[in-house]
């Protein structure tokens, strides 16, 4: 069998940097092909090279359907078939939904605008793969899941040969995922070549038939996914192994933190009763709509439960405001950090003092500008961060750095519960990791945390038991020491 | 439909046609003459040589970019043009033609450099207008070209009649370009593929250039637009002066970019329509020749100007940020 693309000896240099080395890779008709490594090994970098919007380093060779080429450009490519999903969507804000998805008919030479044909090619493509948005909505008004699916809408719109897809289920719920996967499925029924990036080894080990992994800009390996676990990946990912036994269980006679009864709030959730011990990590899971987000805004106080009760550490919490709810020692991070979770212009040092500024304040109500710095600096070493200035806007850390700043900023009230709302998303394996361990640490010092999660795999490894969610209910409790990951992700598909 | 009807209930271009009747009912029951079939031609007249530059800028500011040397662009087209006219019996599509290309010339000069030097289109078009106008001063040394050739200065003058108290109207040159100018650009905007490219690289230009489109050629096709439309400008207004002066034009860059921000164009690229363009027009030149026919000192007109763009603007603003908090 040919190959469709065919690339060798690939290098990119940015400047100094050196975003590819020496890369060789080859795509077959009909495979689904992953390309797995870390944030910054040059995955979107390769693409942006096969997608012809970047030219590699001289002495590269790219074989395109028996042609030989030295660069691609971007009509070339999607002449050819080849149809790229960017990791930023690339889609344009101030257009429809229909003219997103119908783009290409817009390419070209001076002619009257087809409005009709328009709407036709983006029903036709959304149709394909099952989904169903209105034509005429404006991309800015969607939410990041219904872009991701103009996104995709796009590449079926065109008569693409190659689909590749960068980090397409970073903002994608386990539901929205398993569709994604469908259409990866029917694409490859229809003999199209899909090239899948994804930080969700899961993901990647349910349809991959072949994986490449990059690491540090140069190739590590091709694999047949049929030869290799996610254990292994990550592994050849990292260039380190990791330690995923799941965590100690706490003590069974540890004070309880918090104790939630019948907790009710029609329409969200359903007589909902469970306890956490001090020290314990709780998984919370189930999923899109289980209720589980809302669960844990009413016990931060912020979507009033009509019936039942909470406690934390024995004492009522009459939970009518995040404010009351911080006082008694209940800290939530919130599933969004960007939009929810920081000040992303502000100082890291503002960011995290910003719910303890009242602690910290003399006399006057004014705050000392050398405590604050030391308070701020304080919690950057106990949370393991780079930073090189505290001064900087948070902006400027990675997506891992950030989240510990959030978590920074809630640490430093002292909880007594912390409520993690998917601390992991969008995140990858090493700063992942990273988080995790915060957790652990935040749990040997006793505090009770409630890990809500989509993936099963980080609850299962993670907690020391799960709760399941379905449809506003508690359904089941599972043990991690005493059952499988699988057991686990049988109870939430069920 | 009830979507589109809430979706246009929502619209910028909505409340400003809600704004433009409150105030025309307004001026038509606090003056006698507002509402009289000579002051609003007089009005049309007026407005034509802002309305055709806030057809040119709608471009502009949709791909993303701005100009603000269009105002030096026009004068020099104009003299060029009717000097030429002056001596040669170049007729009315010599003055246009020699114009429009003139203008033609400076926007793709201002595109190239945009382009080349990727520096941003403000601080390019402010040099270029400080370029065109002073070489423009340095070459006629002010000088006015006031005997223009008989044809140019009857102008056309179709469909007259005449109204009860013995007042000739007609669809005059200046009300023929504003109403071309403007409907050219809808085409442009709305019905062509191209039209079309552009709101796609005022709304994401690195998108854009992923998928292929030619940026650089869209970008001289907007900018070129721009001093074509310039030129019909200048050249609407030359006639209704009688005269060209190389100094009378200078200095409306900004009453035509406050027009059309007013019409809800962003700043940012990739909004703006020409229906809202129209209403920023006519707001602007509602609120100033109301401002006149009640009486108002001429000192308070830019203060109101400036005060109605400000409250348009920051409504847009707060009703978006509502939207999407
Ligand atoms: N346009 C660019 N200019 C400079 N450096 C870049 C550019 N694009 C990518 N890089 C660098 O190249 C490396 C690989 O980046 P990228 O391909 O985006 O990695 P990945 O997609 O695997 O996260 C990173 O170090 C990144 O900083
Ligand atoms: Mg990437």
Redesign the pocket.
């Known amino acids: 069998m040919t190959a469709f693309l065919e690339l060798a000896h690939i290098s ?1 240099h ?2 100094g ?1 050196r ?2 080395r020496d890369v060789d890779l080859s795509l077959e008709a009909g495979e689904v092909h992953c390309l797995v ?12 090279i096969i997608a012809g919007v ?1 030219a590699p380093d001289p002495g590269g060779r790219i074989v395109l359907e028996g042609r030989e080429h030295s660069r691609l450009d971007p009509i070339l490519s999607t002449k050819s078939g080849i149809q790229v999903i960017y ?1 930023d969507l690339s889609l344009f804000p101030n257009l429809s939904v229909a003219e997103n998805i119908a783009i290409g008919s817009h390419m070209g030479l001076p002619r009257p605008a087809n409005w009709n044909r328009i709407s036709d090619i983006a029903a036709k493509a959304m149709a394909r793969i099952n989904v169903n948005l209105d034509l005429e909505t404006m991309v800015s008004d969607l939410s990041i899941a219904n872009r991701q699916l103009v996104a995709i809408c796009r590449a079926m719109a065109a008569d693409a040969k190659l689909v590749i897809m ?2 397409p289920t970073a903002s994608l719920t386990r539901h929205e995922v398993d569709s994604l996967l469908r259409v990866v499925n029917d694409l490859k029924s229809r003999d199209i070549c899909t090239v899948f ?1 994804s930080h969700r080894l899961d993901e990647v080990m349910e349809i991959a038939e072949r994986v490449t992994v ?1 690491r540090d ?1 140069g190739k590590v390996g091709t694999f047949d996914a049929s030869e290799i676990t996610s254990r292994r990946l990550e592994t050849l990912m990292t260039g380190h192994e990791f330690d995923y036994a799941p965590p100690r269980p706490g003590g069974e006679a540890a004070e309880v933190v918090l104790a939630v009864r019948n907790l009710t709030r029609p329409g969200h959730y359903e007589d909902i009763s469970f306890d956490i011990r001090k020290g314990e990590i709780v998984g919370l899971t189930g999923l899109l709509g289980s209720g589980r987000t809302e669960l844990a805004l009413s016990i931060f106080g912020m979507n009033p439960p009509s019936r039942g009760t909470i406690e934390v550490s024995g004492k009522p919490l009459i939970a009518s405001s995040n404010r009351v709810a911080i006082a008694s020692g209940v800290a939530y991070v919130p599933e969004d950090r960007l939009m929810l979770g920081l000040a992303l212009g502000q100082p890291i040092s503002a960011n995290i003092l910003a719910t303890v500024l009242d602690s910290l304040a003399g006399k006057f109500g004014l705050i000392d500008p050398a405590e604050r710095v030391a308070a701020a600096g304080d919690w950057i070493v106990r949370l393991n961060t780079k930073v090189s200035d505290l001064e900087n806007p948070v902006g400027t850390l990675s997506g891992g750095n950030q989240q510990r700043v959030v978590l920074g900023k809630w640490m430093a009230t002292k909880p007594r519960v912390l409520i993690l709302d998917s601390p992991t998303v969008g995140v990858d394996i090493k700063a992942k990791d990273g988080i995790y361990e915060i957790v652990h640490r935040l749990a040997a010092e006793g505090v009770g945390v409630l890990l809500i999660s989509d993936e099963a795999q980080e609850v299962f490894y993670h907690t020391h038991r799960v709760l399941v969610m379905r449809q506003g209910k508690l359904v089941s409790e599972v043990h991690p020491l005493s059952s499988t990951e699988r057991n686990l992700q049988e109870v939430i598909y069920a | 439909m009830p979507k589109t009807i809430q979706r246009w209930t929502r619209s910028h271009e909505f409340w400003l046609l809600a704004v433009v009747v409150v105030l025309s009912m307004f001026l038509t029951a606090a003056t006698d003459s507002f509402l009289t079939l000579q002051n609003l031609f007089d009005l049309l007249t007026s407005t034509s040589f802002a309305g055709i530059l806030a057809a040119g800028l709608l471009v502009v500011l949709v791909f993303g970019g701005i100009d603000i040397s269009f105002t030096a662009i026009a004068s020099v087209a104009q003299y060029v043009a009717l000097t030429i006219a002056k001596t040669y019996p170049i007729g009315w599509f010599g003055v246009f033609f020699v114009a429009c290309c003139t203008g033609i010339l400076c926007g793709l000069f201002n595109a190239a450099i945009i382009h080349k030097v990727r520096i941003s289109s403000v601080i390019v078009t402010i040099s270029t207008l400080n370029i065109f106008f002073g070489l423009l001063i340095y070459i006629t040394r002010g000088d006015y070209i006031t005997s223009l050739p008989s044809y140019f200065r009857e102008g056309i003058w179709w469909f007259e009649f005449t109204d009860s108290n013995g007042f000739p109207y007609a669809i005059n040159f200046q009300a023929l370009l504003l109403v071309v100018a403007f409907f050219m650009t809808w085409v442009l905007l709305n019905k062509t593929n191209i039209g079309r490219q552009i709101y796609a690289v005022g709304g994401n230009e690195i998108a854009a250039e992923r998928l292929g489109f030619h940026v650089f050629g869209l970008r001289c096709l907007v900018y070129g637009y721009m001093g074509f439309m310039a030129a019909i400008a200048s050249i609407s207004q030359a006639q209704l002066a009688q005269s060209v002066t190389p100094t009378t034009l200078i200095g409306k860059e900004l009453e035509v970019l406050a027009a059309v921000v007013l019409g809800g164009a962003s700043l940012t690229g990739g909004n703006g329509s020409v229906f809202g363009a129209v209403l920023g027009v006519m707001l602007i030149a509602i609120l100033q020749n109301g401002l006149i026919l009640l009486g108002v000192s001429s000192y308070w007109n830019q203060f109101f100007v400036g005060c109605v763009i400000l409250l348009a603007v920051s409504a847009t603003a707060l009703s978006q940020r509502r939207r999407y908090a």
Request: glycine share 20%; charged share 25%.
């Open positions: 990119k940015f400047g940097v975003a590819l490594g870390e944030n910054g090994s040059g995955k979107s970098t390769l693409i942006k970047q990791q960068d980090e990036v990059l800009g």
